[in-house]
């Protein structure tokens, strides 16, 4: 069971990383991260470097694609050689998968057209010019595409994704193996429970990194 | 805000990452990843490198400390360049926390001396030899040192840290802006949650992990 994360300069790395950490633990997987070069990609929040162990080339045929997000999606929604490969290895994938705003990529090279799908919460909106139906939830299942919502929905979907490749036993072994009994001190994980002021708050945050991009 | 997170071949990546995820969106953090080399690390599943950006000697004195764990907490546990980094770093430290297994290697520094204290669920007696009294319980906090449990847990620990570094807004805002609205599919994500066949299931890919790097 081979699964692809391509990775990027500008990912969030807990997109990929969370899910990576639950599927890798499926036995006889083999989880590669990759990118049209290997060696580093710098995160969005240029502290961190996770490294490309092969090339887009040297993994056509993935059985799993998870494309994680961040502000770097936004280069690869344009990037012919990205585009390319997710159209080819989505042909023949079992499951194809995005955390965040990898689905913009997703919708980007068309495989959204039609479908149900979520993102980050702030880019929902955006996924209609892709043709999808943006819906506002951990994640949206629709045959073998699956999106998942913002960063940490990665981990979530995984566990289910790590059921259905195998049984909801090793799934749970897994959640118990990451020991994933999720406790936030708080409860403003998502926009509907979110407070006004707290939303502003992550939008400013954003607009300042859009900025700094630009 | 100076933040150290130390990373070693054979880490949990999670441990690191999601922490780093929350930690590194507190306005004016700077999230270090630092080694006694500079470069890659290995993950304990051999599917991921992590790139150490600093050195140990670079970064004597950071603000927080946070030692993931894995496998490789073994090796780090009699690592006397790793155990004197901690012990003097700890000296003016503002918190000194671990995530999973890293709590064995604050141990084998002498900082939970006398402290209550938390690690992954198989290892917690595992903390009395180096005499701090286990505790059940998604991370625990005796003063400035903050001890989280199994993997996972890292993201809780560090919102609530988030929290105490600057104000509940803030760590508000960043749970939002990692979407952390946790949904797992199944509820097995600590021993006393998990049926007895899914924690030997675990306890033997455990096992089997050990055996090879043996």
């Keep these: 069971m081979k699964i692809a994360i391509p990775i990027f300069d500008r990912m969030t790395a807990l997109d990929c990383i969370g899910p990576y950490e639950v599927l890798s633990r499926i036995p006889g997987a083999e989880v590669t991260f990759i990118a049209s070069e290997t060696g580093p990609k710098r995160a969005d929040t240029n502290m961190l470097s996770v490294s490309a162990d092969a090339t887009l080339a040297e993994l056509p045929n993935p059985d799993v694609i998870l494309i994680g997000g961040g502000y770097g999606t936004r280069s690869l ?23 965040c705003t990898g689905a913009l990529v997703l919708g980007a090279a068309g495989i959204l057209d039609g479908l149900e799908a979520t993102t980050y919460w702030t880019e929902l909106e955006t996924l209609r ?5 943006p819906v506002s939830e951990r994640f949206v299942e629709q045959g073998k595409v699956i999106t998942a919502a913002g960063v940490s929905a990665g981990i979530d979907m995984a566990l289910m994704l790590a059921a259905r490749m195998t049984a909801p036993e090793v799934a749970q072994a897994i959640q118990l193996g990451i020991e994933y009994d999720p406790q936030p001190p708080f409860d403003t994980g998502s926009p509907a429970k979110a407070p006004q002021e707290i939303q502003d708050l992550v939008r400013a945050a954003q607009r300042a990194e859009e900025q700094a991009a630009a």
Excluded: I, N, Y
């Design 77 to 99: 929604m344009k990037d012919p050689e990205m585009l390319d490969w997710v159209r080819t290895a989505h042909e023949t994938s079992q499951w194809t998968t995005s955390v």
């Design 129 to 133: 010019q892709f043709g999808a139906t």
